[in-house]
């Protein structure tokens, strides 16, 4: 039997549909080439120079760049190198870098999301979101960035784990690629994901519970009281700090992603970036049947103010993602507390 390849895939995609297309699927190529060579750096582990931290350098947002982080964003802008990208912006990068303007494509990019677990062994992977470069581009570099995400043209990520996958969007459905040793290609593995609306599995980095506003700590506190608390139901809990490998595995098999604010300084507007992390994974999210909020808000729908802009997150099966804006709606309210609704009723589930 015959195996869908990525370069197929993508051809049978753009022949029908023009010029936009054609360069959406040539970038999309030019995007996995890097990553196997981003795959084969990783895979040298401590072996490799680029595992060692760097700590005279920090990136766009004040983080602490690892040299496999910088190595990263290398490969993938010189891979852009006459490519259908006008212009490249990067997490690694403080501003956009101009490569074409005549060029279509605006490029925004996470090289290596999940870095912090580079030295663990742990599936990290490249994040990557396609926007139209606009007519201004040129004179403005930054303003292909300021599109809500509701304009991307396709998005995806890359995993570097087990396997080498490709989990993408183009508007129409999500499909994942895995990479194949034996024929030197991405091949199609599953087509047409949906998540499941009702959710038995989050994902949320607990040990930041007290920092919480009450609202969301509220509704964690009814998922641990599982069928005896006023949701009905047991929850398990999933927490890898990789943002892909938790993505990969809500697309997969169903669940809930949280990552919010809180009150400790420089998490008061979230941690995830929204530009080239929150809008690509709220657009492959939303193309599988999900939903992706900030708690309040459709991600897509968020008109940026900058390029590093941090947004909290929350994504996944929808009515859970509908259940707890509902709890942070109430953010604490006395009906919250109250223990006359501390079971099952009317404002609660």
Not at 85 to 110: F, H, M, Q
Not at 132 to 145: E, I, K, R, W
Request: aromatic share 10%.
């Amino acid at each position: 039997m015959s195996q869908t390849t990525l370069d197929s895939f993508l051809k049978a995609y753009a022949e029908p549909l023009g010029d936009t297309a054609k360069d959406l699927s040539n970038l999309i190529l030019a995007l996995a080439g890097s990553a196997l060579e981003v795959r084969d750096l990783i895979n040298q582990g401590a072996l490799s120079k680029a595992f060692a931290e760097d700590t005279t350098n920090r990136n766009a947002d004040g983080d602490t760049q690892k040299a496999l982080d910088v190595a990263a964003d290398d490969i993938f802008l010189s891979g852009l190198n006459g490519s259908t990208v006008a212009v490249y912006a990067s997490e690694e990068l403080d501003e956009p870098v101009l490569l074409n303007p005549e060029k279509s494509l605006a490029l925004a990019i996470d090289p290596l999301d999940g870095s912090s677990n580079i030295d663990t062994n742990v599936s990290i992977g490249t994040i990557f979101s396609i926007l139209p470069a606009g007519d201004n581009v040129g004179d403005d570099p930054n303003s292909p960035f300021m599109q809500a995400g509701n304009h991307q043209l396709g998005a995806g990520f890359f995993v570097y784990g087990p396997q080498t996958s490709l989990v993408m969007t183009l508007g129409d459905g999500v499909v994942i690629f895995v990479f194949s040793n034996r024929l030197n290609c991405f091949v199609l593995a599953y087509q047409n994901l949906r998540i499941a609306r009702d959710a038995r599995e989050y994902a949320v980095n607990a040990s930041n519970y007290r920092h919480w506003h009450t609202g969301f700590r509220q509704y964690i506190d009814d998922c641990l009281a599982g069928e005896d608390g006023p949701l009905d139901k047991n929850y398990n809990m999933r927490w890898i700090a990789s943002l892909v490998a938790d993505t990969y595995r809500i697309l997969i098999r169903g669940g809930v992603f949280y990552y919010p604010s809180d009150e400790r300084k420089g998490y008061q507007n979230g941690r995830l970036r929204l530009v080239y992390e929150a809008n690509p994974i709220a657009f492959l999210i939303e193309q599988a049947g999900g939903a992706a909020t900030d708690y309040h808000t459709r991600i897509m729908d968020i008109q940026p103010d900058e390029l590093h802009q941090r947004v909290p997150l929350a994504f996944g099966s929808v009515n859970e993602i509908e259940r707890v804006e509902r709890y942070c709606a109430e953010n604490g309210s006395e009906i919250a507390k109250s223990p006359l609704f501390n079971k099952r009723g009317l404002f609660r589930g």
